[in-house]
T-cell receptor, first 109, second 119 residues
Framework: EDQVTQSPEALRLQEGESSSLNCSYT??????LFWYRQDPGKGPEFLFTLYSAGEEKEKERLKATLTKKESFLHITAPKPEDSATYLCAADSGTYKYIFGTGTRLKVLA | GAVVSQHPSRVICKSGTSVKIECRSL??????MFWYRQFPKQSLMLMATSNEGSKATYEQGVEKDKFLINHASLTLSTLTVTSAHPEDSSFYIC???????????????FGPGTRLTVT
């Protein structure tokens, strides 16, 4: 069965303390791996799409990478405004997303 | 970037009444839209896939007679919660698949969500 698992469930960082969020997947025929940011009471905001192992994407303090088994979202020198829930999702070719349970990130000033 | 709107953002209705939620893709045509439900501190749960011009496909366990979906145009899908009950209270989010993206998997862009409270 296709599955996406995110870790840690929650993460508290001091401002400027870099870290990585993990998204492990067991999906046959991965067509795309997607990262989203979700603020409380809002819909997910698109961040990145990764299509193949070895691919990397960057945006400001965020960098997403992909291997054949997992994806990482690296956060460099985070700021309090980076606090949110980060979701990853996989498309196995059915065009429906398989979502992970998310990582709740809190960045302290 | 792709923009998806959702209306209303919040709605309160009485038990037994129906409520309609609209989802619009503003800057692209979406043949496929999705409806999700999200419980507090949980991830998104897919309810149904909405295809323009055809019947929606519902996920297992979702009552299609309670959650009516209509995808009447390439930019609009609606979700109607019929005979609402307090247990239907939740955060409902739609997304639209952007056909302009590719490389294999299509990107989904999400609306801001609708908070439904049934009293």
């Amino acid at each position: 069965e296709d599955q996406v698992t995110q870790s840690p469930e929650a993460l508290r960082l001091q401002e400027g303390e870099s870290s990585s969020l993990n998204c492990s997947y067991t999906v046959s025929g991965l067509r795309g791996l997607f990262w989203y940011r979700q603020d409380p009471g809002k819909g997910p905001e698109f961040l990145f799409t990764l299509y193949s192992a070895g691919e990397e994407k960057e945006k400001e303090r965020l960098k997403a990478t992909l291997t054949k088994k997992e994806s990482f979202l690296h956060i460099t020198a985070p700021k309090p405004e980076d606090s949110a829930t980060y979701l990853c999702a996989a498309d196995s070719g059915t065009y429906k997303y398989i979502f992970g349970t998310g990582t709740r990130l809190k960045v302290l000033a | 970037g792709a923009v998806v709107s959702q209306h209303p953002s919040r709605v309160i209705c009485k038990s037994g009444t129906s409520v309609k939620i609209e989802c619009r893709s503003l800057d692209f045509q979406a043949t496929t839209m999705f409806w999700y439900r999200q419980f507090p501190k949980q991830s998104l749960m897919l309810m149904a896939t909405s295809n323009e011009g055809s019947k929606a496909t519902y996920e297992q366990g979702v009552e299609k007679d309670k959650f009516l979906i209509n995808h009447a145009s390439l930019t609009l899908s609606t979700l109607t919660v019929t005979s609402a009950h307090p247990e239907d209270s939740s955060f409902y989010i739609c997304s639209a698949r952007d056909p302009r993206t590719g490389g294999g998997g299509y990107e989904q862009y999400f609306g801001p969500g609708t908070r439904l409270t049934v009293t």
